[in-house]
């Protein structure tokens, strides 16, 4: 009771730490992006399910639409990861492993950046653990189990609709009641049939919203793998791959769970508890890893092997911790380095305050200045609108600057249902979302009583562009050298009027370029 009472205090004051400091911060471009989708519910989305975005709507429905409410739920997905993991390992091993799990998993600057931010990543890994929790009730109450099998069937489908590697559960699965042979006889029972009837009925909203849409996320999705050029072999992307992983889950302690993995794959195979461990790990890891081989995953694509690999190495450390002295400052030195790496990561103005200057791209960048250059940006707009009497929309370079534009606007000004505050440059390629929302560079019908602009008719298209004419503020990253030859066509005429800088501490945070962009004229089929 002791050690639960202490997992409970130390989670629960690391989600009210986290509670605190949510608003401090401007929002990181995916949670932008994903707020967003929020917006405008849907059965999947470009790349994603539609789990974050559901859950980005119930809490800004609360607590409004501001840094707050965006990101409630992320730490206290983060405490039910937490706690799931706790209660896991105490069954599996002991309450001493679950709770040095808890302990490590809070030191990773990962896992800590997942319980800060509301990506889909808080939602996935909560969703794997708690499937993976369900699951293992399943093998302890075999063959009683039905219920359980129900509730892993929908805790799986749940993942898969907040980021589709959440399937790999399924894999799991089949291969440990493959190689456990006391559990083989779940193949024959009704219970695995159900969970996989669960599974696949979450799947149907997004394989529904992929059909009438040409499978746009499968194209996405190897695009982002990078094997819609063709598969390669280039080991430095690998490498690039293994080093990535050292920095967000911190060295040492990356470096000891690549030591148990490496140690227990043998013994591993004649110890169910462990086997079962290895096996919801090792299918999402080696995937990626192979994947890399072409071209490097990003990080946090493989996050959900590690919970299960944190129980296995704290399985094959703790004999060795109790033992040697060494291994034990080892061990505290990886916690306090990972501890140490978060909290920069998170708030570098540390580094300032004591000296240190970052002379490399600071990570924590990524949350500062959207607010302060769209504030610009939008003043300029009012400035300008005041001086013409013209109305003027907003595209942007990329999907990033737009949606963090698109939250930050005081006016979100809508041209009509559905359309974002802030467009991107028109293309025929499906590039992100914004390419399934309303465009200013789509033909609609015309509405009735409308007048005609500058009297266009068509032959093939049963609409007309209620954007020609009209004139707009284009902006984009200020290290770009060109306009996009959409922006030039597009528009009569287009030139640079302004340039917005946002700077801290003496240096350039956000640098955007202004260009004024006049009567637009759609683009030649």
Request: charge should be positive; proline fraction near 5%.
């Amino acid at each position: 009771m002791k050690i639960e009472r202490a997992v409970w205090l130390f989670v629960g004051g690391m989600t009210a730490l986290r509670l605190a400091l949510l608003a401090t911060t401007d929002l990181e471009f995916d949670e932008a992006y994903y707020w967003m989708w929020s917006e405008r519910p849907a059965p999947a989305y470009f790349s994603k399910g539609p789990g974050v975005a559901f859950a980005i709507r119930a809490s800004t429905m609360i607590f409004g639409t501001n840094e707050f409410g965006v990101r409630f739920f992320s730490p206290l997905l983060g405490a039910g990861t937490s706690l799931l993991l706790f209660y896991l390992g105490r069954r599996m091993l002991n309450g001493r492993a679950g709770l040095w799990a808890v302990i490590a998993l809070n030191a990773t600057p990962i896992f800590n950046w997942g319980s800060f931010l509301m990506t889909i990543d808080p939602l996935s890994v909560f969703f794997w653990v708690a499937a993976m929790s369900s699951f293992w009730r399943v093998i302890e109450t075999s063959p009683k189990s039905t219920w359980y099998w129900l509730l892993t069937g929908g805790l799986i489908g749940l993942g898969f609709l907040c980021k589709y590697t959440n399937v790999f559960e399924i894999l799991s699965i089949v291969v440990i009641l493959a190689l456990i042979p006391k559990l083989r006889v779940e193949f024959r029972r009704p219970g695995f049939y159900l969970m996989l009837l669960i599974f696949a009925a979450c799947c149907v909203p997004p394989v529904r919203w992929n059909q009438e849409r040409a499978w746009a996320t499968i194209s996405h999705l190897k695009a982002r793998g990078g094997v819609d050029r063709g598969v390669g072999f280039h080991p430095t992307e690998f490498l690039s791959f293994i080093g990535q992983h050292f920095l967000v889950y911190s060295p040492l302690l990356f470096l000891g769970i690549a030591i148990a993995v490496v140690a227990l794959w043998k013994r591993s195979q004649r110890q169910p508890r462990r086997l079962f461990l290895m096996w919801f790990g090792l299918p999402v890891f080696a995937f990626y890893a192979l994947l890399s081989f072409n071209k490097a995953a990003a990080p946090n694509w493989d996050a959900l092997a590690f919970p299960s690999l944190a129980l296995l190495s704290i399985a094959f450390w703790q004999p060795h911790l109790q033992a040697n002295a060494v291994w034990r400052t080892l061990a505290g030195s990886g916690l306090a380095l990972g501890i140490l790496m978060s909290t920069l990561s998170l708030d570098s103005d540390i580094l300032h305050t004591a000296g240190i200057e970052i002379t490399r791209r600071d990570p924590a960048d990524r949350m500062r200045g959207w607010r302060s250059a769209t504030l610009a940006l939008e003043n300029f707009r009012h400035d300008f609108e005041r001086e013409t009497g013209e109305k003027f929309f907003l595209i942007a370079d990329e999907r990033d600057r737009a949606s963090e534009i698109a939250f930050y606007l005081y006016e979100k000004r809508s041209e009509g249902l559905g359309h974002p505050p802030c467009y991107i440059v028109e293309s025929q390629d499906v590039v992100n979302q914004f390419s399934f929302w309303p465009r200013y560079d789509e033909f609609v019908e015309r509405p009735a009583g409308a007048a005609n602009p500058e009297g266009q008719t068509y032959t093939e298209e049963g609409g007309v562009n209620l954007f020609t004419g009209r004139s707009a503020l284009y902006v984009q990253d200020a290290g770009r050298r060109n306009v996009p030859h959409n922006i030039r066509a597009g528009f009569s005429w287009a030139d640079r009027v302004a340039m917005i800088e946002v700077r801290r501490f003496g240096k350039v945070t956000r640098a955007w370029d202004v260009y004024l962009c006049l009567h637009y004229r759609t683009l030649s089929l």
